[in-house]
């Protein structure tokens, strides 16, 4: 009896331990597995970048031991395998970029990505960290100037560069017309009506905003469908990436129908936008009750058609000056203020209202430090942010003492309207971030980035400004360029390529703003971009040094010949000698101008030759920028469609926006785009048109009558966007 119980017992703990084995085996296996899902959209970036060997990453999450909401990662290479440890699936993204990049493997930019991955990983050690707890990027315009005819392949290409970048507050604005629509039916507007408040797809940026209505539209039904599916992948991979996307709010823009509708409610028609010829646009008052009511509503339909979301965009007055009356100005400022918040919050509980600090800058004369504080006072410390992103143009957080508390964000246009002048200043954002970090008035800044209106342009500009909150601006900028010239070209560049780089440095990357691109009021990147006048014989030169610009041309043209042709050196070289020649032109346009003036007519003619020559040139070594194409782009635009009427309005839109744009004030131009197709098919046509006119005004003794010409290419420059 005693050795049969034996027996049972002994069985029973071999069972037992068999079942404990099975369990931890299970729990290891499951927790493997739950490591594996919580990295997996890491993984899956890193996958599309380097292939199968994605298989030699190890990824792991871990929870930061310090009450510190910053971003941090950990990198060692050993047996043949990258061990990445950091705080979230994006700061993995970033160092598993910062490490390929570092070794001179890969480099990811919107001209094209350069993979060469070594047979094995060499010795390799990191650690890093970042003080800000975001890092922000995409201006609402870009969803204009850039991104209007994007389909999913080309979004997740954006996404897997924002993670690689370290990008964790992205603005998100696709697909919320379908929203809108859904919210204005429940107020009873009919098709039609709704059909004349929608502006054209690459106009909606403006609408969101308060600035235009019905601009170039109407706004095809398939728009809403394809958007909306568009914007569910795009939010689902952002949100699995950890990163936090801002997505829109009510701000009190109701369409005029509502208005109509509505005669009881408090409602403005504001002032035209911008210098005039836009359609009004209609403000709800804060203190409606339509207001708050709107505003929930909009949020609860958003939040069932997209998730839920932690950050809402709500501007109600970007370039628009409030509708407040003088003597109770703050107070109904602050109305303002608190009106958004509490819609925001009381529709999504503990959301963060984010606004574009973009106003504060643009119109100083209204927004005294006792407009903005007023405006800000009523809303929680914690629960508003200000993404004060112009600091190439204006120092608006210092000025408005770092927003009294609240929290923001620092940073850089850089680009407007995806206009693409080769410039950026590399040093001023290293010094600027360096003096930041020192600064002890600075306030609760809890963000940094770039807010570029249009992309694909300037990539060593990003590149840069994304590495800064890592590396905090300590690392010196040559140091800083040569692993980047080594990542971009795959190899460590030669002196004569690094002193080019170091021209380049010192001619168009040291430049923070390109001012001249607003010259006497009008828009353009160069002179030859503007639409033509004679005033030109004042302009007093465009930033930059190009006689040091000559001289890196020249080194590069020698060296690109050493690198074959698909090696980034290819783009960098056309992208130099676009600028170069924009450059040229534009001073010789103003000889050729007063040449006819003088009635010198040879002089006048040989300088006409010689641009013609030069702007054709131009447009022809642009071919090496798919990119930077208007076939391009119009046939991006046109393959949106589904229908030839739908194709046709889009193209329309496309090539409306980046020329005459809208309205009767400056704005044309304002998206002036350096691209194949533009130079010898828009901007040499109006300038030979003007030239030409100028000409046989000097040689028959007339009065030559501006005015006139330029209504003439205005006529032309209309038929040119409705020809497809």
């Keep these: 009896m005693k050795s049969e119980n034996f027996k049972i017992e002994k069985n029973d703990s071999l069972k037992m331990a068999v079942m404990a084995f099975i369990l ?8 493997h597995c739950q490591g594996d899902e919580k990295t997996k959209s890491a993984f899956g970036v890193i ?5 199968n060997r994605v298989s030699e990453f190890e990824l792991s999450i871990a929870e930061n031991q310090t009450n510190n909401k910053s971003d941090w990662f950990e990198i060692e290479t050993a047996n043949n395998k990258v061990k990445i440890k950091a705080s979230n699936n994006t700061a993995l993204c970033y160092a598993a970029y910062n490490f390929l990049r570092d070794i001179g493997a890969v480099l990811v930019s919107w001209e094209g990505n350069r993979v060469n991955l070594p047979k094995t990983w060499p010795k390799y050690a990191k650690k890093g960290d970042t003080p800000f707890e975001y890092r922000e990027y995409l201006n609402a315009c870009t969803f204009g100037y850039t991104t209007p005819w994007w389909d999913w392949k080309r979004w997740e290409q954006e996404i897997d560069w924002m993670a690689l970048h370290g990008i964790n ?6 697909g919320q017309e379908a929203v809108w629509q859904e919210l204005w039916k429940e107020y009873g507007l009919t098709n039609s009506q709704l059909e004349s408040h929608f502006a054209g797809p690459a106009y909606l940026p403006w609408q969101r905003m308060g600035n235009i209505n019905s601009l170039e539209g109407p706004l095809p039904q398939e728009w809403f469908v394809k958007k909306e599916a568009l914007q569910k992948k795009i939010l689902e991979r952002m949100r699995a990436l950890d990163m936090h996307p801002v997505v829109p709010a009510f701000s009190g823009y109701v369409p005029k129908a509502f208005a109509e509708k509505h005669p009881e409610a408090k409602i403005t028609e504001l002032k035209s936008w911008s210098g005039g010829g836009f359609a009004s646009t209609f403000l709800l008052d804060s203190k409606d009750p339509l207001f708050k009511k709107i505003g929930k509503r909009f949020i609860e339909i958003y939040t069932k058609m997209y998730g839920k979301s932690n950050f809402y965009l709500a501007d109600s007055f970007n370039e628009i000056e409030p509708p407040v009356s003088e003597h109770n100005k703050y107070e109904e400022l602050s109305n303002y203020g608190s009106a958004v918040y509490e819609t925001i919050n009381e529709a999504a509980p503990g959301a963060t209202w984010v606004m574009q600090g973009w106003l504060f800058g643009d119109n100083k004369e209204f927004w005294t430090k006792e407009a903005t504080s007023a405006f800000l006072s009523k809303v929680p410390n914690d629960k508003v942010m200000v993404q004060d992103y112009a600091n190439d143009r204006y120092k608006v957080w210092d000025n408005q003492e770092a927003f009294y508390g609240k929290q923001w964000t620092y940073g850089y246009v850089h680009n407007y309207g995806g206009s693409n002048p080769v410039y950026g200043d590399l040093n001023f954002y290293k010094d600027e971030l360096t003096s930041l970090l020192k600064n002890s008035h600075k ?25 800064l909150p890592w590396t905090k601006g300590e690392q010196p900028v040559n140091d800083w360029l040569t692993k980047y010239l080594n990542a971009r070209y795959g190899q460590a560049p030669s002196k004569p390529v690094f002193q080019a780089w170091e021209l380049l440095l010192e001619s168009v990357y040291n430049v923070k703003y390109w001012e001249t691109r607003w010259w006497n009021d009008w828009a353009g990147a160069y002179l030859l971009f503007k639409r033509p006048t004679v005033t030109i014989t004042a302009f007093k030169g465009n930033p930059g040094d190009k006689t040091k610009l000559k001289e890196a041309l020249e080194i590069l043209s020698k060296e690109a010949k050493k690198y074959n042709k698909q090696n980034l050196i290819q783009y960098d070289l056309i992208d130099v000698s676009r600028h170069y020649n924009s450059l040229a032109i534009d001073e010789e346009l103003i000889e050729c101008v007063k040449a006819y003036q003088q009635k010198d007519i040879a002089k006048g003619d040989q300088l006409f030759k010689q641009i013609e020559k030069q702007v054709l040139e131009t447009d022809k ?13 119009v046939k991006s635009a046109s393959d ?22 809208g309205g009767e004030g400056h704005l044309n131009d304002y998206a002036s785009r350096s691209w194949q197709g533009m130079y010898k098919g828009f901007y040499w046509p109006r300038w030979k048109m003007f030239l030409e006119a100028l000409k046989n005004a000097a040689v028959n003794n007339t009065q030559f009558d501006e005015m006139k010409e330029r209504e003439s290419i205005k006529n032309w420059e209309i038929k040119w966007t409705e020809n497809n």
């Excluded at 940094?448 to 990003?462: D, T």
């Excluded at 469609?641 to 744009?661: C, F, Q």
Aim: glycine content about 10%; proline content about 5%.
């Design 24 to 31: 931890l085996f299970l729990g290891s296996f499951k927790a």
């Design 47 to 51: 996958e599309r970048l380097v292939g």
């Design 169 to 174: 507050l992205p603005t998100a604005m696709e």
């Design 443 to 467: 306030g609760n800044v809890v963000g940094y980035g770039a807010m570029p209106e249009g992309l694909n342009n300037n990539s060593i500009v990003y590149e840069y400004i994304y590495d």
């Design 621 to 633: 070594i642009m071919s090496g920028q798919p990119l930077n194409n208007l076939d391009q782009w």
């Design 640 to 661: 949106y469609g589904s229908t030839p009427s739908v194709s046709k309005l889009y193209a329309k839109n496309a090539k409306t926006l980046i020329t005459l744009w």
